[in-house]
């Protein structure tokens, strides 16, 4: 099995900053792909940032320039600042991994979520 787990979430004011952390720890063999996304209230669940595995990033339009996401030196591990928040911003927010375990006679992928921190961003 494998678990992500994400720290970092809290209460802010409008043009703070914060930043969330995500750790993946089991039977990983390899991960493909880390990320970020949210959910507010009442609201879809939305793509924050994909890191993607050739080492670039996709950002949501409402973040681009904001946020930043980056994988740690520990590949298991990836980060999301954000900054210049705004309450628009309030949500919770998940990190995903796209994750390889090796069952002694292949590897194989599976996709796994964090269950998330929530972030508060007062007006």
């Known amino acids: 099995q494998v678990q992500l787990v994400e720290s970092g979430g809290g209460l802010v004011q409008a043009g703070g900053s914060l930043r969330l952390s995500c750790a993946a720890s089991?039977?990983?063999?390899?991960?493909?792909?880390m990320g970020w996304s949210r959910q507010a209230p009442g609201k879809q669940r939305e793509l924050v940032a994909h890191?993607?595995?050739?080492?670039?990033?996709n950002y949501a339009d409402s973040v681009q320039g904001r946020f930043t996401s980056s994988r740690g030196n520990a590949t298991n591990t990836v980060y999301l600042q954000m900054s210049s928040l705004k309450p628009e911003d309030t949500a919770v927010y998940y990190c995903?991994?796209?994750?390889?375990?090796?069952?002694?006679?292949?590897?194989?992928?599976?996709?796994?979520w964090g269950q998330g921190t929530q972030v508060t961003v007062s007006s």
């Open positions: 995903y991994a796209d994750v390889g375990s090796y069952n002694g006679d292949h590897v194989r992928m599976k996709d796994y």
């Open positions: 089991g039977s990983i063999f390899s991960i493909n792909v």
């Open positions: 890191n993607n595995s050739g080492g670039s990033t």
